[in-house]
């Protein structure tokens, strides 16, 4: 079955930088586009960034863009995001997921939590 | 702000039938599919509807979802407790090159 474990997250200060991996299984890793989607503390969920099978093709959220990057390491079935100049307004909780027919998200990880604080 | 527009919460009594909107532009919308969401308290979202009206395998057929010009609904029948949740829509935005999600409607079943 499809898994997607994201590790990475954690409590840091401004201006730091974090990088978030979602390890995954069960699909070919290589023939699917990869999302990160992030959810801030009681609110909705905030479409990332989104990289394509071969990693040629990438897009971002204005909010992050020029500050975070989204990779992949097909050798290794794992999706990254390198996360650089991190604000309050960072703090969320961040998904993976895999994209799916018409762009779906059609399998997400358990999310792990990213705190940006002092 | 959301792009989407969703209303922000929805009740119904248990073994009604609810409907959620979903309205954006033709930008996003208009040209592109729509996926639908469920997010139970604590958990990671999970796909409820994809390419507009397709259920994905386990997904009952009491969910459903229709898309018109720029408008989606989703459609739960026979509501169960179960389906408290947060649900969400989203598509591709072709003018901005990013997915966009509706600010979630919150449904209570009563």
């Known amino acids: 079955q499809v898994q997607l474990v994201e590790s990475g997250g954690g409590v840091v200060q401004p201006g730091r930088s974090l990088r978030l991996s979602c390890a995954t299984s069960?699909?070919?890793?290589?023939?699917?586009?990869m999302h990160w989607v992030r959810q801030a503390p009681g609110k909705g969920l905030e479409w990332v960034a989104v990289?394509?099978?071969?990693?040629?093709?990438?897009s971002y959220a204005d909010s992050v863009k020029g500050r975070f990057t989204i990779s992949r390491d097909n050798s290794k079935n794992t999706l990254f995001l390198q996360m650089n100049s991190l604000r309050p307004d960072d703090t969320a909780v961040y998904y993976c997921a895999k994209e799916g027919a018409g762009l779906a998200s059609d399998h997400w990880g358990q999310g792990t939590p990213v705190t940006v604080s002092s | 702000q959301s792009v989407l527009t969703q209303p922000p919460s929805l009740s119904a009594a248990p073994g009604q039938r609810v409907t959620i909107s979903c309205s954006g532009s033709t930008f996003n919308i208009g040209n592109n599919y729509v996926s639908w969401y469920q997010q139970l308290p604590g958990t990671a979202p999970k796909l409820l509807i994809y390419?507009?009206?397709k259920r994905p395998s386990g997904i009952p057929d009491r969910f459903s979802g229709s898309k018109s010009d720029t408008s989606a609904t989703l459609g739960i029948t026979g509501l169960q407790t179960g389906d408290e949740a947060d649900y969400f829509c989203?598509?591709?935005?072709?003018?901005?090159?990013?997915?966009?999600f509706g600010g979630g409607t919150k449904l209570t079943v009563l």
């Open positions: 989203g598509t591709w935005d072709t003018s901005l090159s990013v997915v966009v």
């Open positions: 069960g699909f070919t890793f290589s023939s699917y586009g």
């Open positions: 990289i394509s099978y071969d990693g040629n093709y990438k």
């Open positions: 390419e507009n009206d």
